[in-house]
């Protein structure tokens, strides 16, 4: 069923090129509620009781925002009822109800989002179930040597999901985080959870004895078609800076990497990342805008963010060196460079990716 939005959003295109965030979330709530009622059909056949629910009717209330709304109630009453009568209750997912009667889907991930969300109201564990047995340290297609993770902090799986990372929506484990609520991934159909991933705290990880070792770094994340936006010639006053931020949000572009030099003259230039498809949008705001008329806004593109991220750097001294090192040792050209307690993520050129991911997972032992 994994084709099916691609398919609705195909269909919705050759309908008309305008298409409105209402009824696109309309149209893409039907996928979801397809997938529910062939499940509660399937199990029935197999003699197991089975009930299908849509967002609405399993109480989930949300804000305005059309196509990438935010949760702001969950009443489970129903989905308490139908799992109490010894039925399997299943919730459609990425939808839910505005206050006013019209259909919302969640954005990115929102099925995850739901999944979690239920576990969170009903204080319950929450499992997930896909083609891959467990997370790796890094990709298994790009570096065959990955080690399976058996356990990760919450606040790890947010770094690598929201570095590019797609096992599970940031957004997800956030609210995993806030509610306590123990995840695990895993492949469908295999019953040894040993072989899965636990994400929970820190506490958790330690009590359950899931600790294998005490690394620096737990795992990569890659993010491609990355692109480095440096506007040149910016006043110090802040108003361009700022004027180009506000077009960011209402673009609803998340920027990474973001860093600023003072020159002598009180002129600065600003640095930052983001994707190629949203720095597409941004070069069209910013050409059509006044504010920008004397600022050099250069664009570097055809990047791969690699990022390396592990609650071990916050006691492991050196990491960052030690990236340094690799890159100069393997004549790997680099662009930005950044870090936080848990990350550090450098950009380079799309055809020196793979070489420099290898030589950073050799390096870290991942």
Not at 112 to 130: K, S
Request: overall charge negative.
């Amino acid at each position: 069923m994994g084709e099916t939005t691609n398919k609705l959003l195909a269909m919705a295109k050759k309908v008309g090129t305008e298409i409105p965030k209402r009824e696109l979330d309309v149209l893409l709530a039907t996928g979801e509620q397809q997938t529910v009622a062939l499940l509660a059909i399937a199990l029935q056949n197999l003699g197991i009781e089975a009930q299908s629910m849509t967002g609405f009717q399993s109480g989930f209330v949300t804000n305005k925002y059309h196509t990438n709304a935010k949760i702001k109630e969950i009443n489970t009453e129903k989905v308490e009822e139908i799992v109490n009568s010894g039925k399997v209750a299943v919730v459609a997912g990425f939808q839910g109800i505005d206050e006013e009667g019209d259909i919302t889907t969640l954005g990115r991930g929102g099925s995850d989002i739901t999944a979690v969300g239920i576990a969170a109201h009903l204080g319950w564990d929450c499992e997930m179930y896909t083609t891959s047995e467990c997370l790796y340290t890094v990709d298994p297609e790009l570096y065959p040597e990955a080690k399976p993770i058996r356990a990760i902090t919450y606040e790890e799986m947010m770094e690598i999901a929201n570095l590019g990372a797609d096992k599970i929506e940031t957004r997800a484990v956030e609210l995993a985080k806030k509610y306590n609520v123990k995840l695990f991934l895993g492949k469908s159909l295999e019953t040894d959870k040993s072989k899965g991933t636990y994400i929970m705290s820190k506490e958790m990880i330690i009590n359950e004895n899931l600790l294998v070792e005490d690394m620096p770094i737990t795992g990569m994340s890659i993010q491609d078609e990355v692109s480095i936006f440096t506007l040149r010639n910016v006043p110090a006053d802040g108003k361009a800076v700022a004027e180009c931020f506000r077009t960011l949000g209402e673009l609803e572009i998340n920027v990474d990497m973001i860093s600023q030099q003072m020159a002598a003259d009180g002129k600065c230039t600003v640095s930052f990342s983001c994707s190629k498809e949203q720095g597409d949008a941004l070069q069209a705001e910013l050409d059509g805008q006044e504010v920008f008329s004397d600022i050099i806004v250069d664009r570097e593109g055809d990047l791969a963010m690699i990022s390396l991220v592990g609650v071990g750097m916050a006691t492991h001294s050196g990491v960052a060196s030690k990236v340094f090192q690799v890159m100069a040792e393997n004549d790997i050209r680099y662009y930005h460079i950044t870090t936080s307690e848990i990350s550090i993520s450098v950009t380079v050129e799309m055809d020196q990716k793979l070489k420099a991911a290898i030589a950073l997972c050799r390096a870290f032992r991942l």
